[in-house]
């Protein structure tokens, strides 16, 4: 599922594809898509990316010009337009030509040239989703990697916040206070602090303040203090325990790998998976946590762990909007859909319980016997009641009267 670093990417490659090309005409949606219509048509406008935790803003600002025909456009025409996008667990964008258009395109914008080129919103699972004049999800929390001061103090100023009490690895997926950690990050950034995945969130981020330490140069005036060396080890040592700086600097690491990491399109992984040290990596373990996510890691799991994490969890039905990202609307939505899916294992629960009538289990052979024993039975019992008839006075009188009628013929 693309996270934080792959969207960044995403809207790089949209303002480099797109640098200098003018779009035209209307914005084309695909028949099996259900997310909105797009309202805007242009006789010539550019597009901009950008990005910000796990949303991609294009803006589509039209070209001025003196001519009469542009002149003519509407004004609705005339005002730019921006459209943001939730990849959810598979989308991407594409510049091709139109030949070559990728199958699950479902947004298209067409360059005004010849041959025409195509920008897609590619979503072969169709879990993302786009929002004509839309704007950052106010759920969201500052962006891990370029609102880093932003994202330190919401965090710190916030850790009486319920979402605080879950365990580190479910709070990481929080977008309200995480925007950009996904489910491969988390467990890179608690594998290189040793970090439990199942500790109390605040037990960890208690003793962080709401600006870095190394940055403000704290780190530099202990150097001051002490011999160069220790110093060093002491500045290394502060820096690897600041889970805050972590989750700005690791999404930053796979930004500087330059699109050698997530890519629904590409089959090879080698440079990613080489830069991975425990997400699906042999030798770690893995764990469901309380939302259904696997969680990889190292040594102990920690003590808010699931208590049988290796019973199946009931199947739900995946939402198109459920990707994932724990903002404060999904989790209301998440608690119903929750409660309803557990009132129908309580109900699957007792009818297993209820006991069935035993059928017979006695074998074939015994059944084939018992009816053998049956019919000898009968017929014992019908030669019984002949030969008693014959011994009967009636018997002996119906017999004399046959041969006394024979006698007389």
């Known amino acids: 599922m693309p996270e934080g670093p792959e969207l960044h990417l995403a809207s790089l490659y949209v303002n480099k594809m797109c640098n200098g090309v003018v779009f035209t005409g209307a914005v084309r949606k695909s028949e099996v898509s259900k997310s909105p219509e797009v309202p805007f048509t242009c006789e010539a406008y550019r597009i901009t990316a950008a990005s910000r935790g796990k949303e991609v803003k294009l803006t589509l600002t039209p070209v001025k010009s003196e001519g009469p025909e542009q002149a003519a456009q509407t004004e609705q025409a005339d005002l730019p337009m921006d459209i943001v996008f939730r990849f959810g667990m598979s989308g991407y964008f594409r510049f091709t030509t139109d030949d070559e258009l990728p199958k699950h395109s479902h947004l298209r914008f067409y360059s005004k040239e010849t041959p025409c080129r195509v920008l897609s919103f590619v979503d072969t699972r169709r879990f993302g989703s786009w929002q004509p004049n839309g704007t950052w999800q106010p759920d969201r929390g500052p962006c891990i990697m370029f609102e880093y001061k932003s994202f330190r103090e919401n965090v710190v100023s916030h850790l009486s916040d319920r979402a605080f009490d879950r365990p580190i690895c479910e709070t990481l997926l929080n977008q309200k206070y995480f925007n950009g950690i996904g489910n491969y990050l988390r467990a890179e950034i608690l594998f290189r602090l040793n970090i439990p995945p199942f500790v109390p969130a605040r037990t960890v981020l ?199 009628r024979q006698n007389s013929k």
Request: hydrophobic share 25%; net charge positive.
């Open 206 to 404: 208690e003793g962080l303040g709401s600006e870095d330490s190394c940055e403000s140069g704290d780190c530099v005036k202990k150097e001051n203090k002490k011999s160069p060396d220790r110093a060093k080890k002491q500045v290394v040592k502060e820096e690897a325990a600041d889970l805050l700086r972590l989750c700005h600097t690791v999404p930053l690491e796979v930004v500087n790998q330059g699109g050698k990491g997530y890519d629904p399109e590409k089959a090879d992984y080698t440079d990613f998976k080489a830069w991975l040290q425990c997400y699906y990596v042999e030798g770690m373990k893995s764990i469901r946590d309380h939302n259904g996510r696997t969680m990889w890691f190292n040594g102990d799991p920690g003590p808010m762990a699931p208590k049988d994490p290796k019973s199946p969890k009931a199947k739900r039905k995946v939402k198109k909007e459920d990707d994932h990202d724990y903002t404060q609307k999904k989790k209301v939505a998440k608690s119903r859909s929750e409660s309803t899916t557990k009132k129908k294992v309580v109900k699957q629960e007792t009818a297993a319980k209820t006991p069935k009538k035993e059928k017979d289990a006695r074998p074939q052979e015994a059944r084939i016997k018992k009816e053998k024993a049956q019919s000898v039975k009968v017929k014992r019992e019908a030669t019984e009641m002949a030969r008693s008839r014959k011994s009967s006075p009636a018997g002996v009188l119906r017999r004399s009267c046959r041969s006394t």
